[in-house]
C-alpha cells in the first residue's frame, strides 16, 4: 500500500504562514477551539497542524487538521482509554487567524506563568525527561518541508489484519513487520500502520478504523543542520515550557534525529484512526 514519508527539518525562523508541521504553537487557531482534556481540565498539547493538501489525509479542502492529546503526566488519567483525552479537529483556513495561538492559561492550572522562566537542567535520562513531562504543554516544533512516496510493504489484501489482534498475530514476522521496526519509519501518513510489539489491541484500536496518520516518537531529520539548538532554544523567552530535546543518530545512515514523544509510552507512536462514521481516534501504542 502506498504510504507518505514526511521529510522534516528544525524550523530555519520565525513562522509566516500556515504550514504543516508537528509540535510548537497553532498557526491562528481562535484560542476558544483549543480544546481541553475532559480528565483534568488542562488545555492539550498541539501533536500536528496540517493543512488538508497533505498526502494521505483526505479532508475536506481549505481546512487544516489539527491533532491535540493531553500530556500532564501524573496529574490525569490520560492513559485510561476513555474519549476527552485527546481530539481532532478540522478548522477552515479562512476561520484561521495571523500568528501563532498563545497557549490558553488560566486561573487554577497546574503550571502557572510565573514558573515558566525557571531554567531545568537538561535531562541525562530517560526516566528525568518522563518526569518533566508532566510540565510540558509545547513539544518541540518540527517543520515538514514535503513528503516521498513509497510501498509500506503491506499487500491491499491483508490490509484489515492490521487492525484486528487476532489476525496480526497470525501473520508472519515479516508480513505483521514489513519494515522490522525500523524506526525511521515510524512517521507516516496513510497506509496500514506500523505496530509495536503489543499489536493493534493495545491501543483500543476497533477493527473497522482506518490509518490516517502515525506519530512517531523519533523523528529524522532530512538534512543534518549547521549547529543542532541546545535543548532550550525554541520558546525559551516566550513563556511556554518545552521539554528537553534530546538529540542522537541513527546507526543504519548516520542522520539526525530527536525525541518527540508523541506517546506518553516510551517510543511508541501515536496513530491517529478514523471511524466509518467519520470521527477520529488517537491510538497510542508502546
Not at 116 to 144: G, N
Request: charged share 20%; aromatic share 10%; net charge negative.
Amino acid at each position: 500500500m502506498q504510504s507518505f514519508l514526511p521529510r522534516l527539518s528544525l524550523p530555519d525562523g520565525p513562522q509566516m504562514s500556515l504550514r504543516p508541521k508537528f509540535g510548537g504553537l497553532p498557526w491562528g487557531l481562535p484560542v476558544d477551539l483549543w480544546p481541553r482534556c475532559t480528565g483534568c481540565g488542562q488545555a492539550l498539547q498541539l501533536l500536528a497542524q496540517l493543512p488538508s493538501n497533505t498526502p494521505g489525509l483526505n479532508g475536506p479542502s481549505g481546512h487544516a487538521l489539527h491533532i491535540f492529546a493531553c500530556r500532564w503526566m501524573g496529574e490525569c488519567d490520560n492513559l485510561s482509554g476513555e474519549p476527552g483525552h485527546d481530539a481532532v479537529l478540522w478548522v477552515p483556513e479562512g476561520d484561521l487567524g495571523q500568528g501563532l495561538t498563545p497557549f490558553p492559561w488560566r486561573d487554577g492550572d497546574h503550571v502557572l506563568p510565573d514558573d515558566l522562566t525557571k531554567r531545568v537542567p537538561p535531562p541525562t535520562h530517560r526516566s528525568d525527561v518522563l518526569t518533566q513531562t508532566r510540565a510540558r504543554c509545547v513539544a518541540a516544533e518540527i517543520w515538514v518541508t514535503g513528503y516521498d512516496a513509497f510501498d509500506d510493504g503491506v499487500p491491499e489484501d491483508l490490509h484489515f489484519a492490521f487492525y484486528d489482534d487476532d489476525l496480526f498475530f497470525a501473520m508472519e514476522e515479516d508480513e505483521a513487520n514489513p519494515k522490522g521496526f525500523d524506526v525511521r519509519f515510524s512517521t507516516k501518513f496513510g497506509g496500514a500502520p506500523y505496530w509495536g510489539g503489543d499489536g493493534p489491541g493495545f491501543g483500543g484500536t476497533e477493527p473497522d478504523m482506518r490509518q490516517v496518520l502515525q506519530i512517531g516518537g523519533m523523528m529524522f531529520l532530512a538534512e543534518t543542520p549547521d549547529r543542532l539548538p541546545e535543548p532550550y532554544d525554541q520558546f525559551r523567552d516566550s513563556g511556554h515550557p518545552l521539554a528537553p530535546t534530546r538529540f542522537g543518530k541513527s546507526i543504519e545512515d548516520k542522520r539526525i534525529y530527536l525525541d518527540f514523544d508523541a506517546s506518553p509510552w516510551e517510543g511508541g507512536p501515536v496513530h491517529v484512526m478514523q471511524r466509518p462514521n467519520g470521527s477520529y481516534a488517537l491510538v497510542e501504542c508502546r
